[in-house]
């Protein structure tokens, strides 16, 4: 008996996994995460590109110690091309930062969107994965940059306000972008397990208000952990040091914290 | 030359039998002049040309394809679309065939009884109406009507009043909305609008309008009977950035026009714009088994 074999997939098929990093809350680390989750990545062998879609008011360049001439603001306004954007950072992995010029657009027009789009059609073949390092907050700037994500990532730290946060912003993804699975990376847990409790709270939460608001037939939103990093005076280290913790510090707690939710991600 | 003259309610129209074309005459004289027999087979012979046709006038096919659309139905769909009639000397070129397809546009997204959009037109500007949020992330709204109570209506007063309240419902509808905004017959006495651009702000105000003017609006029956009737409203913005789908769109819009019947009807009921906020209850139970409970304690009850 012969059985229906599925047919390879178009080579045009292939495009990077597109993951949001966002947090709700401000100074969580979100883009810390971005940075060294994205230099893990690339370690585990991914093509990755970190773009800062927070439009000019990341921090990305100050966690990479970059400050490029050309800029994604030089590529929105015509007067540089993708390709010349487009940087190696220290980790082994491609970073397209947006410019302080871009503080401009923060507020999302047809144009802006229109360009980020272009942009991520452009790249998306050319990487395994791209991230998005989002905003804080969740205007509607980051709400688009999250809607152009395959996944998405919610960066929260054990405190009640980030928590609070980070649980605002999973009901406005699952609501208005009906994302049924989230995924979650506590950042500076002070014990071991403490990232599975902070899971089990905000999925309880979720399970009795945000699912149950859903229309009929929604799927349940899940949380998933994608692991926990433990406060580490190392990192603090390497940001003043304006280093990827991953290049200077690779051994410590919160290192490892970050390369396992890189192998996380790469393990199916 | 005798000239076969028929008359319509426009101007005067000459068939000239030898080369079969035709041409417009606007000469009121000629009115009910010349009625005659063979006016009536000229006629009769004009109506069965087929209307669709690429050819010139003069050189109109033979009609006798049964698949063609014929004159006379296409004269009869240019009529009852409103679209100005073309001139009829026009038949078969371009002007005549692009009327024609107008008409018939027209008349199939159109409700008959009501004159707006039917569900058909309605499906294609909502998907439209999706499009365009996904790409821009302007507000949209989709409002659900349903006439209160209407089965009484019908059972009371009998169906010729049903029809009579649907046409003045669909009436009040149309002098609430901006042009841009699609109004359609949804089915039986649900009614649907789509309102593009529509800010949150807004639309709660506009559902109000809606709801006000059909209350106040008196609909006469027959003969010195006025009926007065209610609607209820359900409305639901677009998720905005991404591409939401029809039937979950009319599904929320629905959820709220339910809402709107339980609460007592003859109200409008619009699904909050999503909330970022926490509620205290959200963050009590998010709190709860935590171990931050102390240093989240307040002195509030």
């Given at each position: 008996m012969s059985t229906p074999t599925n047919p390879p997939a178009p080579a045009t098929a292939k495009r990077a996994r597109i993951l949001a990093v966002t947090s709700g809350k401000g100074g969580v680390g979100?883009?810390?995460?971005?940075?060294?989750?994205?230099?893990?990545?690339?370690?585990?062998?991914?093509?990755?590109?970190?773009?800062?879609?927070?439009?000019?008011?990341?921090?990305?360049?100050?966690?990479?110690?970059?400050?490029?001439?050309?800029?994604?603001?030089?590529?929105?306004?015509?007067?540089?091309?993708?390709?010349d954007a487009i940087l190696p950072a220290p980790g082994g992995f491609s970073v397209l930062l947006a410019g302080s010029g871009l503080v401009e657009y923060s507020r999302l027009t047809a144009e802006v969107r229109d360009q980020l789009l272009k942009i991520i059609e452009v790249v998306a073949p050319r990487y395994d994965r791209i991230l998005l390092d989002t905003g804080a907050g969740i205007s509607d700037v980051v709400l688009f940059a999250v809607s152009l994500a395959t996944e998405v990532l919610v960066v929260a730290t054990p405190e009640p306000t980030s928590l609070t946060d980070a649980y605002a912003t999973i009901k406005v993804l699952a609501t208005q972008q009906q994302r049924s699975a989230i995924a979650l990376v506590?950042?500076?847990?002070?014990?071991?397990?403490?990232?599975?409790v902070i899971r089990g709270q905000l999925q309880q939460v979720v399970d009795r208000f945000v699912t149950p608001s859903l229309p009929a037939g929604s799927a349940p939103v899940k949380i998933e952990l994608l692991g926990e990093i433990p406060i580490d005076k190392s990192v603090r280290e390497a940001v003043q040091r304006r280093q990827l913790l991953l290049e200077t510090l690779p051994g410590c707690e919160a290192a490892k914290g970050i390369l396992a939710v890189a192998a996380k991600l790469t393990t199916p | 030359m005798e000239w076969p003259v028929t008359q319509r309610t426009g101007p005067l129209w000459l068939?000239?039998?030898?080369?079969?074309?035709?041409?417009?005459?606007?000469?009121p004289k000629l009115a009910g002049n010349h009625v005659s027999n063979r006016f009536v087979r000229a006629e009769k012979a004009l109506l069965d040309w087929p209307a669709i046709t690429a050819l010139p006038?003069?050189?109109?096919?033979?009609?006798?394809?049964?698949?063609?659309?014929?004159?006379?139905?296409?004269?009869?769909?240019?009529?009852?679309?409103?679209?100005?009639?073309?001139?009829?000397?026009?038949v078969g070129s371009a002007v005549w065939l692009q009327a024609v397809i107008d008409a018939l546009c027209d008349l199939s997204s159109r409700d008959p009884l009501t004159g707006l959009a039917n569900?058909?037109?309605?499906?294609?500007?909502?998907?439209?109406?999706?499009?365009?949020?996904?790409?821009?992330?302007?507000?949209?709204?989709?409002?659900?009507?349903d006439i209160d109570r209407f089965k009484l209506v019908n059972d009371n007063h009998g169906h010729a009043a049903g029809d009579l309240v649907i046409q003045a419902v669909a009436q009040c509808l149309m002098e609430c909305v901006r042009p841009m905004d699609t109004v359609s017959r949804f089915g039986g006495e649900e009614f649907a609008i789509i309102l593009p651009n529509c800010p949150p702000a807004f639309g709660q105000q506009v559902a109000e309008?809606?709801?006000?003017?059909?209350?106040?609006?008196?609909?006469?029956?027959?003969?010195?009977?006025?009926?007065n009737v209610t609607i209820s409203l359900g409305g639901a913005f677009a998720p905005q950035w991404v591409r939401s789908s029809a039937p979950l769109w009319i599904e929320r819009?629905?959820?709220?026009?339910?809402?709107?019947?339980?609460?007592?009807?003859?109200?409008?009921?619009?699904?909050?714009?999503?909330?970022?906020?926490?509620?205290?209850?959200?963050?009590?139970?998010?709190?709860?088994?935590?171990?931050?409970?102390?240093?989240?304690?307040?002195?509030?009850?």
């Open positions: 979100k883009t810390f995460v971005s940075a060294n989750l994205a230099a893990a990545l690339a370690r585990r062998g991914e093509r990755v590109l970190v773009l800062d879609a927070d439009l000019g008011l990341a921090n990305l360049d100050v966690v990479l110690n970059l400050f490029p001439k050309i800029t994604l603001h030089d590529v929105f306004t015509g007067k540089a091309s993708l390709e506590v950042n500076q847990v002070s014990r071991s397990g403490e990232g599975r | 068939i000239d039998p030898k080369s079969a074309s035709l041409e417009a005459l606007r000469c006038v003069s050189h109109p096919p033979a009609p006798t394809e049964h698949s063609q659309l014929k004159l006379g139905a296409a004269l009869q769909l240019l009529g009852q679309s409103g679209h100005p009639l073309p001139e009829l000397n026009d569900r058909r037109h309605f499906e294609l500007a909502l998907a439209r109406e999706i499009d365009r949020v996904a790409r821009a992330g302007e507000p949209a709204l989709v409002l659900m009507v309008r809606i709801r006000r003017k059909v209350e106040q609006r008196e609909v006469t029956i027959a003969l010195s009977q006025v009926l819009a629905d959820q709220q026009l339910y809402r709107a019947k339980s609460e007592g009807r003859n109200r409008a009921c619009l699904e909050m714009p999503p909330v970022s906020l926490v509620s205290a209850e959200e963050k009590g139970l998010l709190f709860a088994t935590s171990q931050f409970e102390e240093e989240d304690h307040t002195s509030n009850p």
